[in-house]
């Protein structure tokens, strides 16, 4: 009897400890936990060593306070020019309030997915096709703050929304490319335009430059020429002055010679049939001679005569 009680009283002492054991709870880093008391709710516990009532309390949920993210299939999306498109989207959320987490929606997750469908189509539809495809901040702006407030009944906040693909049909996509085709061969053929351009210019520039050049070379080789030839001229004129000079004073010489040696008449009249005699080698045709010069002349044709004949 008494082995049976000990044994009984030491399966009462297992069970109270297993008891106390598993009221003993201890919630992690950035994590909370909704209590819940005979199904009705008593509190949140945050980071740390907490201890419930056996039997009527429970963990109602676990709930991580991290922000979550949230990859949604594309949706099919019209445009406000009748284009159909898909659109993907992720969302990235985070729990602000378990209690109203646990209580205020059956299923978050599907709530927002649906939510974010929703919005998305009222948004597009107000846009047309080149606004979407060029839009995205302002369509992800205008879903996170939609988001965000229709989410905070539900204890979530919405910190962003990004549209992951944007996917046309396949016509549009083939337009779309060809455009942008035409439009790369539109650029070349300007850059190409303005490259000749600028070319031609340059050519322009260059050989306005080398006539510049060729002229003012021209015109300074003109000026030395002219200034050579000045010289030159200078140079002459100089000569002939001195020549000039050099011949008077040569005959300045001989007449000063001829005045202190006190010539006779001889010498004179032989002088002047010299002098006669260079005037007749000029180019005149007539010439005439005075009557001095001509009894010279007699006298001197007699002297050769006289030498003649003694020869």
Not at 142 to 159: C, Q
Not at 166 to 179: G, S
Not at 212 to 235: C, G, N, V
């Amino acid at each position: 009897m008494d082995g049976a009680i000990g044994v009984i009283l030491t399966i009462l002492v297992f069970v109270v400890i297993v008891i106390i054991l598993s009221t003993i709870k201890i919630v992690p880093q950035a994590h909370a936990y909704v209590i819940e008391r005979l199904g009705t709710y008593n509190g949140t516990w945050s980071v740390g060593l907490h201890m419930k009532a056996p039997i009527i309390d429970k963990v109602a949920r676990r709930v991580t306070l991290k922000e979550q993210v949230v990859d949604f299939a594309p949706q099919p999306v019209i445009t406000k020019d009748n284009v159909t498109m898909r659109i993907d989207t992720v969302v990235f959320f985070q729990i602000t309030d378990p209690k109203l987490f646990c209580y205020g929606v059956e299923n978050p997750i599907m709530a927002i997915e649906n939510l974010t469908a929703t919005t998305l189509r009222n948004i597009i539809g107000d846009l047309e096709l080149d606004q979407t495809l060029t839009s995205r901040e302002t369509i992800n702006t205008k879903m996170r703050s939609t988001l965000d407030e229709a989410t905070d009944p539900w204890g979530i906040k919405v910190n962003r929304v990004e549209l992951k693909n944007i996917i046309p049909p396949a016509a549009i996509q083939d337009a779309m490319e060809k455009q942008m085709k035409a439009e790369r061969e539109r650029r070349e053929q300007i850059l190409r335009a303005e490259g000749e351009k600028k070319s031609k210019i340059l050519i322009a520039e260059g050989n306005k430059q080398s006539l510049i050049l060729e002229a003012e070379a021209e015109k300074e080789s003109q000026i030395l020429r002219a200034e050579a030839k000045k010289e030159a001229t200078i140079k002459e004129a100089e000569g002939q002055a001195q020549a000039i000079l050099a011949v008077q004073q040569a005959n300045a010489d001989g007449i000063r010679a001829l005045n202190e040696s006190s010539p006779s008449n001889q010498v004179l009249t032989i002088k002047s049939l010299e002098a006669f005699a260079k005037a007749a080698d000029g180019k005149s045709t007539k010439i005439i001679i005075p009557s001095e010069i001509q009894g010279i002349a007699g006298l001197a044709s007699s002297l050769v005569e006289v030498a003649k004949k003694d020869n």
